[in-house]
């Protein structure tokens, strides 16, 4: 069981450049999302799934798209990189409300 | 502002002492989870709260959720150097979104 998966583990973009960060499960949660994490400032929502076909934004959604095609897949993709994008990025899975996440180990990612 | 405030945000002690951490908000919470952090790995779940006055044990930890489901504290007894992480506390809100506090960095000196 490899849990949740988040390829690749590092990346350098250059300012205005795009990419897809990946994230798949194996444990058929119907619940994803995707943080990001700042020193200081936790983690932030930036959106998440409630099952396959359904996206919502969270906290800091900005700059950032995501699509659900099948219940294993959450990729995230950065339209036009920033420095302010500038994190760690960590996708989550969960089966239900109220009872925890699974993280990813993250992709560090560096807009220069 | 967080939502989640979480203190100490740093903590350093010695092998054997005993030490609780906070986590508050002026919210109310429907659950409140608990994770551990490692450098370079994504946060661990320890435990999950969802009633108020709730306390769960798992082997030298001790968690709380408060009786106005608005706060909970950790508290580990004994603390050796392989609890040494980043602590984090998270909570669902009314739009069941799941918020987390900045965290606090624990460091246990053998």
């Known amino acids: 069981n490899a849990g949740v998966t988040q390829t690749p583990k590092f990346q350098v973009l250059k300012t205005g450049q795009s990419m897809t960060l990946q994230c798949a499960q194996d444990?058929?949660?119907?619940?994803m999302s995707w943080y990001r994490q700042d020193p200081g400032m936790g983690l932030r929502l930036i959106h998440y799934s409630v099952g396959a076909g359904i996206t919502d934004q969270g906290e800091v959604p900005n700059g950032y798209n995501v699509s659900r095609s099948t219940t294993e897949d959450f990729p995230l993709r950065l339209l036009s990189a920033a420095p302010s994008q500038t994190s760690v990025y960590f996708c989550?899975?969960?089966?239900?409300?109220?009872?925890?996440?699974?993280f990813g180990s993250g992709t560090r990612l560096t807009v220069v | 502002t967080q939502l989640l405030e979480q203190s100490p945000q740093f903590l350093s002690i010695q092998e054997g002492e005993n030490l609780t951490v906070y986590c508050n908000s002026s919210?109310?919470?429907?659950?409140l989870q608990w994770y551990r952090q490692e450098p370079g790995e994504g946060p661990v779940l320890l435990v999950t709260v969802v009633t108020g006055g709730e306390v769960k044990k798992l082997k030298r930890l001790t968690f709380q959720f408060g009786d106005a489901r608005k706060d909970s504290s950790l508290h580990i007894t004994a603390a050796q150097p392989g609890d040494t992480g980043l602590y984090l506390c998270a909570g669902e809100d009314n739009n069941n979104d799941m918020r987390f506090g900045a965290g606090t960095r624990l460091t246990v000196k053998p």
């Open positions: 444990m058929n949660h119907e619940y």
């Open positions: 919210s109310v919470f429907s659950s």
């Open positions: 989550a899975s969960s089966y239900s409300l109220n009872v925890g996440y699974t």
